[in-house]
Every structure is written in structure tokens, then in C-alpha cells.
């Protein structure tokens, strides 16, 4: 791995991934595991049909081996090989002849981008069907049509993946990428490697919260890690989604539930200090993985971040959103913001001044420039002035930080040398949530496949 | 009753009891509530002289046959007949001759609008007097001027009037309307009008609350109404004073005291999602009856509708406050709102989502298209995942309207789909305001008459 | 003292105290104290070397005859003599010759400003040196200097000094002011100035709250204070820093560390309503003793009022902070402002209306024009209605004031108008800080010395 520039190894992982046919369960979901786990070693989880998840069902399994429609001639003028978006998702099999006009109903095309392929699926209600561009649908002549679709749906498994960054509490960070969308490379291609880049990042930091990197199909997939995890929620603090991270637009936050949850506060602080130009939006219960994590059950502070957001630019679910439509500078700044990101999260935390009667004496500690007066005052020592003055408890790194305009790094420096000094303690609440001695053997669970 | 349109029955109503010589007791009242009762049956109240009412107590009955000034040839230049507006409300009787000197020290006249005949009363301090135009007086010649008032001030009642539509909970909305001005039609016989259109609109809707109207004098009417109703002022949920509903500017809403309360925000919500050019005003302890129902004591959630708001207009409290500054387009246009207003406030509840842990699965009740991608979500569902998402106890339906963005309508539809569904409950809270078996019997009180 | 304008008299006092070489202890300090008791009677107090207070300890005592640098033919070139701003603050004893190579580790100046003396000081660790213009050090020969420093740093004392105003209730209210600066007048002598007028203006009026003013050096002597009223700081409901009273710049308040304490609203309320051009600053833990008094144990209602700010000008900490840089006419309109400030503050109670179910009938009470409907609705009548709407022992006067946009002085008159009437009592968290018999003896506390 590069680190100098992750670029174009994550812009050669979107072009390897791109071809296989994804879909919330099958072979295309499993194979896009194994190749991530070469970068990212993965706990792969297999979960039967039929299984309950909160209020849905693991639906039956579904692969596909071969699609296509012939024209009267025998060509197929609709070919699965050429883009697997040529067949609508979950496509139950077939293997007809049938005049144009009746096989129309089955047609899928978009006749504002005439020249696009839609991807399309009908997961939970047994249908088959063809997607194509109108143009190709204008050019097809009358007559009879070999209609073939090879697929199976049958009981098999739901299958996720998980990597775990085991960090210093058991306190839980979760990102989230869905894995279930077939030949799109923004949505999500991107995403996966901007993760994958991501959790290697934060091993080598030696973090303070557990990360834990979820590799599911969308909706039911969050809902069965969910519904797996119930014991294990109460640990997830923060989280964040990952879509859409390779587009040329500018980066989108979208807040959790919450609002004002701590993940919100610190993308916005990112975002923000950092310069870029960049969207902020309020949650709604539509969009990524956040609608689940969100759901109000369980109103965890997950938010989400892309670059154009959701059903936002015109290659959003067609054969446009291609490798070309992401890039490897788009991924590396996406990439950069969530490492910013998760530095600031991962450090901010609550003190307590330990001598909060009167200013204490900075100088017979060796924290202070003992010539009085100077007008050139030391950032290094507004920072711990306002650390200290602020550490009531109630306030946060971050709350300082943007209370002082100083910068995040300035604050957390001034906090690390007055609990040198022991003129801080941890906030109760957050000493509460304690180095657990079993968290490091979480690693041991990085590597496997459970079912 | 024109269910088309309404205009002209209310501002005929408006022309109909415009030469009644109404005040805060008397006659002039009792013969308004008759015609009311005509158009909505009433239960009127007759509470004697002498009754304690809160701070106050309930004044001796004024009633007036006649009244006028003769200059010294014997004219009436002064002359109730013409107007009602020429006698100061609640003079006490007088007959006798005085120089025009000595009588100017009862003349009420407006110097800047010379043309205009003043409003003026004197209810608690004894007291005569007339008020004219400021040009009537400046032509007055010297001399002696016959000068009388046959009136009476003696025990009697304060008289008011009731009507309730009954709703499936006993918890009450009240709209309340002064009916002491003499021949004033903004102010407020217009008010009068939209109130008896207006419940008889709500009637015709099975409403969830019970409304009741109150046709009372200013102040005095609404404290005696306060003072006996004490044990009913905990059921009194929401409220709107109406008034000034008839001239032609565009309609003001002022805040309950409390400035948050459910009808101020229904209110803010119609008016600005209906695109009306409209002012918005806080709460201020001048104006209506408001003053009464947002005392500190009660502080109920109680606004006022008004067009051109109180003392804001050159024509208030003067002769041309008459039926022609209001127009049967502006007592509609009043009334659209009204009833609009209430249809939002009867069906806002909250709810709670009884599949709270991740999204509920739509597909399988039918609430969903199950042939996802779709671009065009349809509004329908985006409704029910914002309405699932928030129904949490806390969020009310005009909350996650105001949060989505969506028509009201969309949200309330939603949430009827979806308690059809059993995925939504009513809130305990709400559900705690339950019908009352009896409630329905208080239809039998809205006729006939209490002292 | 001219009651008639002030100014004049702050001004010479401005002069009378700069010559004098003031430091965070020793005689400067004590001869200063006893200028300002000629005008305002002090207790002064008098703490050991050595002693604890807080996190800090109270230093060797410092005081100096004479200090000098004499040039290789015997002039002397630097001289404790013309200024005391040329030797460094608590300098340590020194009598030697060195070059000049070796004397400029010593020497400090403002290359930026090179016409100006600055002002440096080295409390807390042993050091020596001198002040000068970078002009004069530029023109310095290379040669070997006399260097004399004749001080002495030994147990001692430090030295405040106290007056108290007493009121009808023991709750106080602090103004500080350090005396701890040599030779700069707005830094701090015009604050030293103002304080001593304001003092003498509270006392003329019987206030309600009791005032205590403080002289005392910077950061230590504040230290040092509330060191030793460790028991009477929960009677501290409100203070002011007085700061930098004098330069011709507009007004600065710097908000306590609360923000939205009740001297942070006051002074807001008069700065705005006022129409002076005025700066409105946050908290910020830098500046002067309001780090103290605002540090987080102790989070005291306490904010500054400087005019430019601390550190704000050229002028700052330099010899052009002397006599003509403070003006007689800006010390007199900080004095104004304080004066009203203090008036709001003082009168700032909140109370509970006795009628508060509807209006009460002000009629009856001789409080309201009798004869109703005049359109020009006079202002007190007005103060009376909010007064009584509000007054609910949630809203203070100011809230009133500002709710209303009324006067205060209008508002406070209608408090007192019910209060006559007892329409109005005290809120009974006001009323717990009820006179205290013993109060007034405190005026027996402000002459003599304590230790």
C-alpha cells in the first residue's frame, strides 16, 4: 500500500470490484468480500434465508449465472455479459419467447438519458425484467424475443463482512459501506476503498475507541448486523456511513438523527476549519445505511458522508456511474477528512480542572513563560488557559476548540500537558468508559468466517 | 347557509346588527345573541350585578332609550338616533341646559380626524358625556344647549353566550369574540360572522376536540366567563380570540403569552405554508381578550386572528369603523384560515413507532412500491419513512411537517396508513385526553338559557 | 469632590498616582492606598510573605531605591529616576560592570515602537533587567556599563486595600480594580479613578445590594482576596473589573465566564439602549482579575468594563500610557455608565403578581385612566400591564424592560406603583436575601487596617 498517495491503489480496487454482479445476497456480494479482505483481513458472517431480522426476513438467495434477450435474428441485443445493470435485480428465472410489445412490461429504460442503462431491482416481490438504454429499446424491431434469464433464488445466506481496529476502550466507532449494488462505481465501489484505506490509517494511530468496519448490503444488511448485535449496540458511540466518496463534487455531511450528536459536531468542525467547500444537511430517514442506524429505536449518532449526496447527480443508479466517474484525488480527499475526522473524535474528551479555585500558578510548573508581559502571547499557553478554565466536566475539546478559535490540535496539546501536570483529570463519565483488558483479543476476531 | 361562499350572509350579518347600541351590559347584547342564536344556537348566561368575578364585580345594567344635545334653537345636533357612537358608553342620566362652555368638558371629539365621531366609555368611573365630529363642534354657535341622556345604570346582569360543538375528547377549544361595541363592524361584528360560519364548519368535520364559542363582552365577559368556568380552565387546551376580522389589510396573528404554544405554531404554519402576506406579532398584554385567558394565572395557549391588528387601523373606534370597511372577501378569506388552522390542530397528535428498531418493512404490508429505485420517490412514502422516523412520543405530526418539509395533509395521511398498519400507536399522553362517554350529551347544552 | 463633573478631579488623581512605582507588593502599592483613602475611606490589608492562597503563595515583598545604567563615561544613560517603566518589574539586586555585549541579554524594547519605553516584569522567577526605547540602545557606545539596581526582595507583605458600600441586603456586589502598574495612567490609574467616583455615587442612593471595592494587585492580589473570603464568596452575586476607564476609545464589556449572567444582561440592556457606539465582548480567559473571579470552582457573575480593550492599543504596557492619554471626558462616560448600569442592577428584582387570574381591576386602585379608549395609551399604564403579565417570579424587570421595549426606569416605576397597591410582592428568592440587622455595621469595616 502506498501511503504516500492511496490514490491510484483505491481508483485499481473501484476498476477490479466493478465488474461483478453484487446484490444484497450471492456470489457477487461474497467474492467482493474475499478481495477486500486482501487488503483488510474480514470476519465474513453467513446468515441463513429465513432468519428474522427485527421486521424483516433474510430473503432467499440469489445468483445468476447468464441473461440475455435475442432478437428475431438471434442476437442478443440485451446481454448480461456486456453490464450486469442489464438485468433487474433479483430477477426470478426465465426462459421464453414473447412478441416485443408484450415483453415491453418487463423493460426498464430512462427516456430523459436515453443513451444510460438503469440499475433496477425488485427484491421482495418476484418479478424479472431488463434494463436497457431507450435508444437501444428505439432501435429493436418487431417480433418475437428469446428472453433467457439464468438465475436462482433458492435458501442460502445473507453474507457480511466485518474488520474491528481494537482500540483502548471498548467504547465503539462503526463506518459502514454497503456492498450490495452490482456494476456502480461511485455507489458504492468508492466507498469500499476509501474504508479499506481508512481502517488501515487508524490501526497505525493506536486509538482510543474500538473501530469497528462494517461491509453489508444495504438495508438488510444493516438490519441483520443490528439485529445480531443487539448486545453489542450500547457500545457504539459514533458511527459513520460512506457512500459515494469518488465523484468530483464537493464533500456532503449528513447528520445524524441527533443533530448535535458528537459526530455531527466534529464533521462540521472539519469541514469547516479545514476550508473546503463543502454541504451540510439535516438527517432525513432516506439515503444510506444511516436510515437504519438511525431508526428511532435505536437513534445512534451515526451520520454520513459522501460527496454529491444520494440520487444527487444524473449518473446516480445508471451504467454512467462508471470507474471514469470517480477519481483518485476525489477518494484521497474524502479519505483525508474522515482520517481528520476521526483524529478529532478519537481525542476529544472531557477534563476536569483539578485546581479550578483562582487560575493556578502555570510558572512553578514550567508551563508558563515566566518574563510577565510579553505581547507576543503563546498560542500553547491561550490553549491551556482556556483548557483549563473550561474543564468543568461540561465542556469537551472541541467545545474549546470552538469556543477559543483555537485549533483542535493546539487544545488537545494543552490538555495533554497539564494532565502531565496534574492539572486535569478525566471526566467521570468519560473514565467510565475504562480500558476493558479483553478488548486487544478483539483482534483475534479480525480474521474468519462465522455463521 | 351559502356553504359556497359565505361572504355575503356574514357581511349582511354584519349590516344586520350594526345600529344595535351594544356595551358591556344591557339590552343591546341580549337582542345581538338572539340574532346569533338565529344563525347557531346559544346558551346564554345572565350573571347579576354585584357577582364577584375574579378582581372584578359585575357592573350595574346600562341601558339607553335616548339621547341628544339641542342647540339653543331647539335642534338635535348631537343625536343618538343617528348614531350610538354619540353617546360616551355608560353614561349615567342627565337633563338639563348648560352653555356650550360648560359642556365642552363632555364632548369628545378627534381633532386630527374632523369628520370622524369618536368611540368612547366611561364603564366604572359615573360619568356622561357625547362624542361627535371635531367639524360638527366647530360649527356649534354659543348658547345654551338642552342637554339629555335617558339612560339607566341599575342592578341587572351581564349578560353572554355559549356554543359547543362537541368533539370525541372533552378537551376544548375555545374562540372567544367580544360582543360590547356598539356600531362598530370591524370591530367587531365581523369576528361575530367568522365565528358562526366558522362553527358550523367545524361541526360538519366529527371534530377530535370539543369548540366552544364565546359571544362575551370584552374583559368583564371574558373574566366572568374565567370566574365561572375554573373547574373547565384545565380542559381548555388551545384558544383563539377573533377580531378585526373584516377590513381589507392582510391578517395578523399574535402569540399566546407563552409564544411556543401548539396554536401558535399551527397558526405560523398555515399562514406561512399558504403563502398569505401575513404579520406575525408576540404576545403583548394590550389588545383582546387574550389579555384575560394569557394572565399570568391561566397563561392558556390562547392567540388572536385579527386582519389589520388592534388600534392599527385610522378607522378604529370611530364612525368609520362601519360596514363598508369590511368586506365579504376579507371575512371569507379570515374564515379560510380559521378553518384550516383547526383542521391541522384537530389531527395533530404524536404518535409512536411500534417497530422502532430499524426501518419497519413496508413491501409486506403494502405501504410500499416493491420495485425499488424508482427516481421518482413517490411524496406518500417519503411521508410514512419521516412519520415512522419521528413518531418517537415526542415529535407532533405539524413537527415532522415542519422538519420534512411536507404538506400537513401528506404527513396526517401517512399516519393514518400506517396506525392502519398497526406500525403506529397513539401516544399515551394524547391517548390519555380519551373520549368521554358523556361528552357527547353537552351537545344538549348548546340551547337555552343559565343564570 | 465636584458633583457637577468629575472629571477634572479623576484626572488629577490620574497624575497625583503615576509617578509612584507600583508592583504586585511593597510601598508603592501602600502609598497608593493611602492617596485613595483620602477620598474613599479603606480598610487595608496587609498578608504575609509566604502565606498560602489557593494554588498560589504570596512572594517576597519588593521594593527599590534607584536603579541605573551608566555609561562608560559615567552618564546616566537608562534611569529608574525619569521612569520607573525602565527596570524591570521585582528586578533582583544587582551592582556591576559589564559590556555592553554581555547587557543586552537585559535590556528589553519595542523595535516596532522604537520611542517607547515598554513595561516588563519577572515576578516569579529571579531575573534582572531594564526597560528602553530601541532608540536609546541603538545609540548606546560599546564599552563597559555601570549596571545598578537597588532593590530589595524580602519577607514582607502584600498589600490590598477594600471599601464597602453597605446596602439593605448583605448579598454584594465586587468592583476591582488592580493598583498593581507603575507608571501607566489608563492601565490602571483611570480605573483606579473611576471606582473611587462611583463608590462615592452608590453610597448617595441607599442601595439594595451591598458594594464592595476593590484595589488590590493583578492575578495575586485577587488570589490573595478570594483566599481569604473563601466564606463570604457565595454573598458575591454580581462584580465588574474596572479596567483601561480613560482612553479616548468607545466602550468594551467583556461578558462573564456564565455569559448570560445578570451583570452580562444589565450592561448589554444599558450599552444598547444607551446609543453609545460600544463593543460587546465574549469571555475569554485572559484579560484581568476576571480570569479570577470567572475561574471555573468559583464562576462568578463577574465582567469587565474597560474602553479599548486589554491590549487593544499601542499605548498598552508602553510609556505612551501616560497622563495625556487618558481623558477627563471619557473617564466621566465610563463613570455615567457604570452609574446606570449599577441603577438597573439594583433595582433588578423579579415579583409575583397577587391577582394574576385575569387582569386586576386597576380602576378600583386609582392606576388606570378611568375614561377608557384614548388612543394615546399612556406608557405607564402600559409598564403596569406588562409588569403585571410577566411578573409571574420567572421574569425579572430587565426581562420586562426588554420584552416590552420599555424603559427600565418606566417598568421599575409601574413595579413599584403595584407594589403600593399590592398588586406586586417579592418573588421569595429575592426576598431570601433579605436585610441583614447586622449589615449596616459593616460600614464600621471600611477605615483601618487589617492583617
Chains 1, 2, 3 share one sequence.
Not at 107 to 114: D, F, K, N, Y
Request: hydrophobic share 40%; net charge negative.
Amino acid at each position: 500500500m502506498n501511503a504516500l498517495d492511496p490514490g491510484p491503489e483505491m481508483h485499481a480496487l473501484v476498476e477490479r470490484l466493478y465488474p461483478l454482479c453484487r446484490s444484497i445476497t450471492g456470489n457477487g456480494v461474497r467474492r467482493t468480500l474475499e478481495i477486500i479482505d486482501e487488503y483488510l483481513p474480514l470476519t465474513v458472517h453467513e446468515v441463513p434465508t429465513g432468519t428474522q431480522v427485527l421486521d424483516w426476513t433474510v430473503p432467499a438467495e440469489w445468483n445468476i449465472a447468464d441473461a440475455y434477450v435475442a432478437d428475431p435474428a438471434g442476437n442478443r441485443v440485451i446481454d448480461f455479459r456486456e453490464s450486469n445493470l442489464h438485468v433487474l435485480g433479483y430477477s426470478v428465472p426465465v426462459d421464453t419467447t414473447m412478441p416485443l410489445a408484450e415483453l415491453r412490461a418487463h423493460l426498464h429504460t430512462l427516456p430523459e438519458q436515453p443513451d444510460l442503462v438503469p440499475y433496477r431491482t425488485s427484491y421482495y416481490a418476484p418479478a424479472w425484467g431488463f434494463c436497457l438504454a431507450q435508444n437501444t429499446l428505439d432501435a429493436l424491431p418487431d417480433g418475437d424475443y428469446r428472453v433467457v434469464i439464468d438465475s436462482t433464488l433458492a435458501d442460502g445466506h445473507l453474507t457480511y463482512g466485518e474488520h474491528v481496529v481494537p482500540g483502548r476502550v471498548t467504547d465503539e466507532v462503526i463506518v459502514s459501506c454497503h456492498v450490495c449494488h452490482p456494476s456502480l462505481a461511485n455507489d458504492n465501489l468508492a466507498g469500499i476503498a476509501v474504508a479499506i484505506q481508512l481502517a488501515t490509517a487508524i490501526a497505525a494511530t493506536d486509538p482510543w475507541y474500538t473501530y469497528r468496519f462494517l461491509f453489508a448490503p444495504g438495508t438488510i444488511g444493516a438490519i441483520t448486523w443490528l439485529a445480531r448485535n443487539a448486545e453489542r449496540i450500547d457500545r457504539v458511540k459514533h458511527g459513520l456511513v460512506l457512500a459515494c466518496a469518488g465523484d468530483r463534487g464537493s464533500l456532503t455531511y449528513k447528520q445524524s438523527r441527533r443533530g448535535d450528536a458528537e459526530i455531527d459536531r466534529v464533521l462540521r468542525h472539519v469541514l469547516r476549519t479545514s476550508g473546503r467547500p463543502h454541504t451540510e444537511l439535516e438527517f432525513s430517514p432516506y439515503g444510506y445505511d444511516e436510515r437504519q442506524f438511525c431508526s428511532p429505536g435505536f437513534n445512534l449518532g451515526v451520520g454520513s458522508l459522501t460527496r454529491t449526496p444520494y440520487a444527487g447527480y444524473p449518473e446516480y443508479h445508471t451504467s454512467a456511474d462508471n470507474p471514469d466517474f470517480v477519481s483518485a484525488e476525489s477518494m484521497v480527499d474524502t479519505l483525508a477528512v474522515c482520517r481528520e475526522a476521526f483524529a478529532v473524535l478519537d481525542r476529544n474528551r472531557r477534563y476536569v480542572n483539578t485546581s479550578p479555585f483562582g487560575e493556578p500558578q502555570l510558572g512553578k510548573r514550567g508551563l508558563y513563560d515566566s518574563l510577565g508581559g510579553r505581547s507576543d502571547a503563546k498560542q500553547a499557553q491561550l490553549a491551556m488557559l482556556w483548557v483549563l478554565n473550561l474543564s468543568d466536566g461540561e465542556h469537551s475539546l472541541l467545545d474549546i476548540a470552538e469556543r477559543s478559535g483555537l485549533p483542535f490540535d493546539a487544545v488537545a496539546g494543552a490538555a495533554e500537558a497539564l494532565l502531565g501536570a496534574d492539572l486535569l483529570v478525566a471526566c467521570p463519565q468519560d473514565a467510565a468508559a475504562r480500558p476493558d483488558p479483553a478488548t486487544r483479543s478483539t483482534a483475534a476476531e479480525t480474521k474468519g468466517v462465522t455463521g
